[in-house]
Nanobody
Framework: QVQLVESGGGLVQAGGSLRLSCAAS????????MGWFRQAPGKEREFVAA????????DYVDSVKGRFTISRDNAKNTVYLQMNSLKPEDTAVYYC????????????????WGQGTQVTVSS
């Protein structure tokens, strides 16, 4: 069982930065691939970024490449999402999730989810 708690969301102007954190409970955190997803009002939850259990591999949706960076610290049971050059279209609730299998961008592959943190980017 893995419990996930996100933090770091907030209101920021376009062009600004935020760093999201996701703290995980459980001693097996390092065995899970981790992902960040987001969901805007009236839209489906979409993949943002993922990282392998070791941190050696990462993947991003095209719309955030070059602006967002996913990382993890297995000693601290925490995964991060550094978001730079934020745009109004990045506004959404951001969720972190854990997958017991390989790194993936599919919602259905993730076993555990956090409660989400709101990110609002004003123009």
């Amino acid at each position: 069982q893995v419990q996930l708690v996100e933090s770091g969301g907030g209101l920021v102007q376009a062009g600004g930065s935020l760093r999201l954190s996701c703290a995980a409970s459980g001693r097996t955190f390092s065995s899970y691939a981790m992902g960040w997803f987001r969901q805007a009002p009236g839209k489906e939850r979409e993949f943002v970024a993922a990282i392998s259990w070791s941190g050696a591999s990462t993947d991003y949706v095209d719309s955030v490449k070059g602006r967002f960076t996913i990382s993890r610290d297995n000693a601290k049971n925490t995964v991060y999402l550094q978001m730079n050059s934020l745009k109004p279209e990045d506004t959404a609730v951001y969720y972190c999730a854990a997958a017991s299998g390989r790194m993936t961008g599919w919602v259905s592959d993730y076993n555990y989810w956090g409660q989400g943190t709101q990110v609002t980017v004003s123009s």
